[in-house]
């Protein structure tokens, strides 16, 4: 099991930038995959972006896609999650997840995580 602790949430405007970090103790393998959710009240857990643990691919929500940027550092063994240009629509609590092994086609579904962190929360303002 891998433990995962994220921060960096906060309150920022409409068009702000803000960088969450996760970091990750435990045992990590070339094949896990570390991804971020979030989740607003009322709403599923929706995926943000994927990030493979050996580098071979970064996979974003459609949502995000050109504004969010998922980086990591595998020497430090953390995650990061780089949002530019922030919406009213992207306040929610954003979770970090982490398995060993997920295919491509289904590294959206929350259910094929096992490990999470408690979630940091992001409030954009207008």
């Known amino acids: 099991q891998v433990k995962l602790v994220e921060s960096g949430g906060g309150l920022v405007q409409a068009g702000d930038s803000l960088r969450l970090s996760c970091a990750a103790s435990?045992?990590?393998?070339?094949?896990?995959?570390m991804a971020w959710f979030r989740q607003s009240p009322g709403k599923e857990r929706a995926f943000v972006a994927a990030?493979?643990?050996?580098?071979?691919?970064?996979y974003y929500g459609d949502s995000v896609k050109g504004r969010f940027t998922a980086s990591k550092d595998n020497a430090k063994n953390m995650v990061y999650l780089q949002m530019n240009s922030l919406k009213l629509e992207d306040t929610a609590t954003y979770y970090c997840?982490?398995?060993?092994?997920?295919?491509?086609?289904?590294?959206?579904?929350?259910?094929?995580?096992?490990?999470w962190g408690q979630g940091t929360q992001v409030t954009v303002s207008s």
């Open positions: 990030i493979r643990w050996n580098g071979s691919g970064t």
């Open positions: 435990g045992r990590i393998f070339a094949s896990s995959v």
């Open positions: 997840a982490h398995d060993r092994a997920v295919h491509s086609a289904t590294l959206q579904h929350r259910r094929e995580y096992n490990d």
